[in-house]
């Protein structure tokens, strides 16, 4: 009788688990809770007089720059890797501008870390009444000349929280035009969709559109 009990007590916790493994194999269901990344940018002199240009009387400086911003972001739903360039116009250097969003992942993907994200160049420039400066500052590659300008490795600053959520941050400097350059990676909760779930989705959409 003993013996009868306990296979029965055996089949009753198989059974469940043989249905999970039925119902997931290796594929995230609709609730699972995932994460999204979101880059913005920041752009200021480290000069605050830049004397780079001779200031001229009331007249503002205007800068107008392109930062290319490498990044490698890999997790089992999403791979990402390209040259991502972000433009900035018409701010006042020696302010600095208004944050800007740069880049965010395709989808909600598992929690990978966070990616790797490298200033590679600064480019544009800075105008003070009729005088411009001309900005090209590049990151140091194997094999070629040091760039005049050179764009440093970044320096981590410190984490925390606001509004948006949780964040990293970063910050590159330009050798010669002492430009910042700074980046607030974010890590924004989702909901990772399930293959099924996505399939339906596509579903409604393509219908509603032939409507």
């Known amino acids: 009788m003993k013996v009868i009990l ?73 791979n990402f890797y390209s040259d991502v360039p972000a433009t900035v116009s018409d701010f006042d250097p020696i302010k600095g501008s208004r944050e800007q969003e740069v880049w965010k992942d395709a989808e909600c993907h598992q929690e990978r870390g966070f990616p790797k994200m490298t200033v590679i160049s600064v480019e544009g420039q800075i105008t003070n009444g009729q005088q411009n400066l001309t900005i090209a500052a590049s990151y140091r590659r194997l094999g070629v000349l040091l760039p005049r300008d050179e764009v440093r490795a970044a320096k981590r600053l410190a984490s925390g929280a606001d509004d948006r959520g949780l964040f990293v941050a970063t910050r590159t400097e330009t050798k010669q035009s002492r430009l910042f350059v700074d980046l607030r990676l974010y890590f924004l909760p989702c909901d990772i969709l399930s293959a099924r779930t996505k399939r339906e989705q596509e579903r409604e959409q393509e219908g509603q559109a032939k409507r």
């Open 6 to 78: 306990a296979l029965f007590g055996a089949l009753i916790v198989a059974v469940p688990n043989c249905v999970v493994a039925q119902e997931s194999p290796g594929i995230p269901s609709a609730t699972t809770r995932g994460i999204r990344h979101i880059l913005y940018l920041t752009i200021k002199s480290d000069d605050p007089e830049l004397r780079l240009l001779r200031q001229s009387s009331g007249e503002p400086h205007t800068a107008t720059l392109t930062v290319k911003i490498r990044i490698s972001d890999h997790s089992q739903e999403t």
